[in-house]
């Protein structure tokens, strides 16, 4: 039960870190120059930005309790189970970022999960 | 194109600095008693070690080009994309290292090249809708609707 919800904890925070970085960038604006000077400005108006700083922040919650997971689950599990966070950031990105979803990118969202999730499986040993 | 070649650099520095990292953290080792002064040298071997800091370093580079991915591409694109580090890290590990690899591991490396394949191909086709609307939108002489 403590497992599981942990579980939901990690990938909760993954995916909403995801979702807060994506829109701290969008408000930031467009990469499109890769000249230092450009670059310089960019990375100052990510470090101010309120969004980014919230997903960094969740991100760093679930690095934290991804490793504090890992000191009582098994990899075998702990792994396969955090694939989820595929999915939840896509519906993340559907229901906060209102992004545009197609059948083959749901589909092929899933079957990268499921992919991971096996890739993952056997990493116990 | 330019996106093709951002993905790329994404993934391919998350794996060869996952695997730089994992390298110097193995050389580090674990600490077995847990003390203030066991911690500290365990930091102070962990910052001095070359192959945790390159590995360190070309993360900080893979974050840095994720964010200029996310800052111009959807988050339900981008996600999926950088999955191929499983792949790359499958293959790197077969071809490089010659670990043998598990039937469940390849069935998922295979299902994870699939999930890339299609949400990769569904793109690219609605990039070349968006250009093929855009063209007869020019052609007709009307305002070119804001794309994404």
Known sequence: MKTWLVVFLVVLSDSAGNVFVTKGMKEVGEVTSYRPMALLRVARQALTNVMMAMGVLCMAVAFFSFIALLSWADLSFVLPATALGYVVSVVGAHYVLKENISAARWIGTIIICLGVALISLNSGD | ?148
């Open chain 2, 1 to 148: 194109m330019k996106n093709f070649v951002l993905l790329s650099l994404v993934v391919v520095l998350q794996v060869i600095g996952n695997v730089l990292l994992s390298r110097g953290m193995r050389q580090v080792g674990g600490s077995e008693a847990i003390s203030g002064s066991t911690i500290v040298s365990f930091g102070l071997r962990t910052v001095s070690n070359p192959w945790v800091l390159a590995g360190v370093a070309l993360l900080i580079g893979f974050f840095v080009l994720y964010l200029a991915a996310l800052s111009r591409l959807e988050l339900s694109f981008v996600l999926p994309m950088t999955a191929a580090a499983y792949v790359l890290t499958a293959l790197f590990a077969w071809l490089i290292l010659h670990e043998t690899i598990s039937p469940a591991r390849w069935a998922g490396t295979f299902a994870v090249t699939l999930g890339i394949l299609l949400v990769g191909s569904s793109e690219h086709r609605a990039a070349k809708r968006r250009g093929e609307a855009q063209a007869i939108n020019l052609e007709q002489g009307t305002e070119p609707r804001a794309a994404d």
